[in-house]
C-alpha cells in the first residue's frame, strides 16, 4: 500500500452517520470524503459501515487519513468494525460512550443523515462547543446560539465548513 | 437522618434535565420526584443542580432513595454535583460521558425540558432501547419504532409511567 | 420479595475480584458481603461472577443494598450480568472503563484474589484516592504516600474498614 | 510546518509514562518515540507532560504522526494537554477512562517508568490483549500466559517490540 501524505496539526472533520444509508446519502458521504481528504484534512468517523464506510471509502481512495473511534476492543470483533479504509482504529471497548469522543473532537462534524446515533452525537457535539453542519440529518429544537447549520448539498457543506475554519480555527479551537 | 425502606430490585426511574429552570419546571420536578418515591421507586439523575436536584429533593423528602450518576469524580470537586439529596454519588470522572449511563441504567427515563445535555440522553436512550417520556422537553424527528412519549402533566407522566412498567416490565427489561 | 433498610447517604464498600474463585476466597468474599450489611454500609461490586457474586450474595441474604456497576447494556445480555444479588444495575455499555467508576465511587475498596482487573482496579483507586484494603490481592511496587493495607484474614480487612471509616469520613470524602 | 509521510494502517506504539520523570527517563522516552517514528510507526500517548512529552518530541522531530488520546475536552484546557507535539489530539473528557483506550488501540504498549497511571494502563494492556515491554517500570504479580517483557534498555525494548510485531501480526491482531 502506498504512504499517505498528512499535515502536522490537521484539520479533523468528522463526519457522523447511520451504519446503513440509501444510495443518494452514501453518495454524497463518498464525495464528502473524498472532498475532506483533498483539501488536507483528516477524516474521523465512528469506524464503522453505512455512511461511515462511504466516508472514509472516499477519503481513502483520494489519498487521505483516515481516524475511527471504535466502540468495540480488538479482542472482541464486531462485524462492519473497522470498516476497511480505516487506518488508525481508536479501539474504545466503550459502546455508545464512543460517541463522547467523536463528537468532542472534531474540528467541525458534518451530520449525515443518521437517526438516534447520529442525534446524540449531533446533541453531545452542540454541548461540546463543536460546530455541526447537518446535510438531511434529524432535526430538532436548535438552542439558541449554537453553531449549527442546515446545508442541502455537499457543496453547500464544503463551503460552510471552509467558513467556519477561517473564523478562529486554529487559534480558538486549537 | 433517619433510614430508608427500599425495595429489592426496586424499579428505577431516571428524570433527566437541565443544571437550572424556571419556577414552573423545578415545582413539576419536585412533584415528580416525590410521586416517584412514594411508588416505591428509585429516583436516578446527574446529581447536580436544577431539575436534577429539584427532582431529588422531591424524592428525598418523600423517603426515596436517591442516585446521583456524577460527571466528576470524588478528589475533583465540582459546583452543585453531587446536590445535597443524592445518597448514592457515582463518581464516573467521565464527563459527558456519564449521560450514556443514565440512558441505559433507567428502567423509565422522564425528560423535563432541558437543552443540548437532555437531548443526548434522549437520543442515547432511544439508541439503548429505555423508554422515554417527554414533559416539554426538546423536540426532535422521533424514528419509527420509538419507545418515545409525550406528556403536558406531571400526572400525564405518571400515567404512562404506569403503562409502560405494567407492559413486560420485569421480565423484558430485567 | 423483602424491603431492605437503608441508611441515607450510606458508606459504600466496594469488593473487587475476580470472576472466578477458589472455595477460600469465595467464602471470604461471602463473609465480607455478609460483614459489610451487617455494618448498615452499601457493597459495590462489578456485578459479575466469583467473588462479585459471593460478595454480593452475602450482603444480600444479611439484608444489605448490592450495586453493580456493569460492563454491558441492558439491550446486550453478557453471562452472569447481574449476578443473581444486584439490587441496583447501574448499566454502563463501557467494558472494561467501568472498572474506572468502580476505583472512584466506593469510599474504601477491598481487593480481593484477582488478576489484571483486580490490578486496573487498585491501580486506579489508588489514583483517585480511594483508600484500599487488599486481601491476596495482586502485589506490586506501591508509592509512597499509598492508602494501601494488606490484610491476612476478612477480620482484618474489617478492622482496617473501620479505622479508614473512623478517620475523616465523611468529611473529607463527602 | 512541513508535512509527514504516513503508512495506510500503521503500527502504532503506545508509550505510557508519568507527567513527570528524572532527566534519565526522559532522555529513554525521547530516544524511544524517535526510534518508533524512524520505524515508520504511529506513536500514541496520553497526550501531557514528561513521559508522554518526551517521547512525543522525539517523535515528531523524527518526522512521525503524534496521537494523544486526552483526559479533557477541547473546552475545559488542561494543561500540558496536549502536549507541543501531539498531530491529532482525541479529545475524550473522560479522565482516568482515557486510560483504557490508549491500553487497547496500542498494537504494543510500552510502559516506561511511571507510578498508579502507568500500571493502571499496563493491567488494562493485560488485560486487552496488548503486548506490554516495561522499561523501569512498576512491577507486580505476572498472571501466568501474559505478554509481559521486560527491558534494561532502549534497545532491547525496540528489539522485543520487532519480535512481537514479526510475530502475528498484523493477522491476529488487525
Known amino acids: 500500500m502506498s504512504d499517505l501524505t498528512v499535515r502536522r496539526k490537521p484539520v479533523i472533520i468528522g463526519v457522523m452517520g447511520s451504519h446503513k444509508g440509501d444510495v443518494d446519502t452514501l453518495a454524497d458521504a463518498r464525495r464528502l470524503g473524498e472532498a475532506i481528504a483533498k483539501r488536507g484534512y483528516v477524516l474521523l468517523t465512528g469506524g464503522g459501515g453505512g455512511v461511515m464506510k462511504a466516508a472514509s471509502e472516499g477519503a481513502s481512495v483520494a489519498g487521505g487519513l483516515v481516524i475511527g473511534i471504535l466502540p468495540n476492543e480488538r479482542k472482541k470483533p464486531l462485524k462492519d468494525y473497522p470498516n476497511a479504509f480505516v487506518d488508525i482504529p481508536i479501539y474504545t471497548g466503550m459502546g455508545d460512550g464512543r460517541n463522547v469522543i467523536n463528537a468532542k473532537t472534531a474540528h467541525v462534524i458534518v451530520a449525515l443523515s443518521g437517526s438516534t446515533g447520529t442525534l446524540s452525537e449531533i ?10 453542519i ?13 453553531e449549527f447549520y442546515s ?4 457543496e453547500q457543506v464544503l463551503e460552510k465548513m471552509e467558513e467556519i475554519l477561517a473564523t478562529g480555527f486554529p487559534h480558538s479551537r486549537g
Request: hydrophobic residues 40%; without cysteine.
Open 151 to 154: 446545508a442541502e448539498t455537499v
Open 134 to 146: 447537518s446535510l438531511h440529518a434529524p432535526t430538532f429544537d436548535i438552542p439558541d446560539g449554537s
Open 123 to 132: 446533541a453531545l457535539a452542540l454541548k461540546s462547543g463543536t460546530p455541526i
